[in-house]
């Protein structure tokens, strides 16, 4: 009898030992967190960051599948660098950008410099380009949508499994407007290398319209379709600086090229992580 009291007594002792170092290890991990960015003055954060993507064109009458085009794929990796160049005292945070590579396919782009104002929460307040084609490289997004785009923080502290909603303001060239969510969901705590993480998702479905006249040989270019953006955030909550994220883009487009139909499908994933 008092061998099995002892054995359950022992027992009881290794199980307390163990949920508390499960507990300790986790950090405290079912404690509210907040999510916001902790910047400092001077800073210097660079990510490097690698691109692979795939599309191909695909006309949608099956009597001219013999003009299929192969599916074309590339990859691109390039070290985006991000320079705070100040806080102020409302907590806006100024935010120099720049693309360094040696990538010949990247030379449009490399000496690309913006500027960003961004408070603490993620939502970016002003974007500024110093060459002025931030329109070609959002496509037919506006400073405007860009901003909501780049996603934001909840204003109250979250626990792993809380989700909430941001309402973006899409505006078409042909004036139309239209509002759509961007889901996101705290997943979980994850160690990435020696920060501990707040892992969260995101899920955004976004229309996409355009029309074009004039370009090259072609008059008249339609484009309709849906883009559906994932993106997996690993968000140092305690340095406040995002330390890895892999974002999918898949996207399926109907193009009209001076009459004829033909259907676009792309997919691109970029992977980002930070640079000790």
Known sequence: MRGSLFKIFV????????FHFVCYAQGGKKEPIKLEFKPEENELLVYKVCTESSRQLMPLKKSDMDKEMPKERSKVEFLSKQSIERVDKEGKIYISRWIESKNPNLKKIKNFKSKLVMLKNGKVINVSSDKGIMSEISGEMSRAEYKDITGKFPSRKVVPGDTWIQ???MTFPDGNEKIIEKHYKFI??????????????SLLLRP??????NFDIY????VEGQQMTKEVLFFAFSEGKIIKSIKDINSSFILTMSGQKWRLRTHSRTTSKLVE
């Open 11 to 18: 027992g009881l002792i290794i199980f307390f030992v163990f």
């Open 167 to 169: 309402k973006i303001k």
């Open 188 to 201: 979980s705590f994850e160690q990435v290398g020696e920060y501990n993480t707040a892992k969260i998702e």
């Open 208 to 213: 996409s319209f355009l029309k074009v006249d």
């Open 219 to 222: 008059n008249n270019i339609q």
